[in-house]
């Protein structure tokens, strides 16, 4: 029998909290979606950090989470939609783009990152 968590989740945008119970074999973000949670995503598979939240407590395993960078993840961030519980959690949304904009927002104004990656040049 896997052990099962409780994550807390507070969510930065519509101001509410939730409560929810998620095995330890089980993304947190498709557990969430299963209790009837609906949170930020869109791409499921630890790419596009629209799923990102900060940890406040606990801890999360997320070997896939690609799109979060090693530096990130040392400031306590996940990416819900490939991430398992360890622990109760405690975890908040991030404003949007957040993390998007600490891990790229940078190189952008440095002009470093031109490939494969959304330009938006006006
Ligand atoms: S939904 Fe894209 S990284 Fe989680």
């Given at each position: ?112 990152v031109r490939a494969g990656l959304p330009l938006d040049e006006d």
């Amino acid at each position: 029998m896997s052990q099962t968590y409780k994550i807390r989740v507070r969510d930065r945008n519509t101001g509410k909290e939730y409560t929810l119970q998620v095995p330890e074999d089980r993304y947190i973000l498709h557990s969430a979606e299963q209790q009837g949670t609906e949170l930020p995503f869109s791409c499921r598979n630890g790419a596009c950090t629209t799923c990102a939240v900060r940890v406040l407590s606990g801890e999360i395993y997320q070997p896939e989470a690609i799109g979060l960078s090693p530096e990130l993840r040392r400031k306590g961030y996940a990416l819900l939609c490939v991430s398992y519980p360890r622990s109760d959690i405690e975890v908040e949304t991030q404003d949007e783009d957040e993390v998007y904009e600490l891990q790229f927002g940078r190189f952008f104004a440095r002009g470093k990152v031109r490939a494969g990656l959304p330009l938006d040049e006006d």
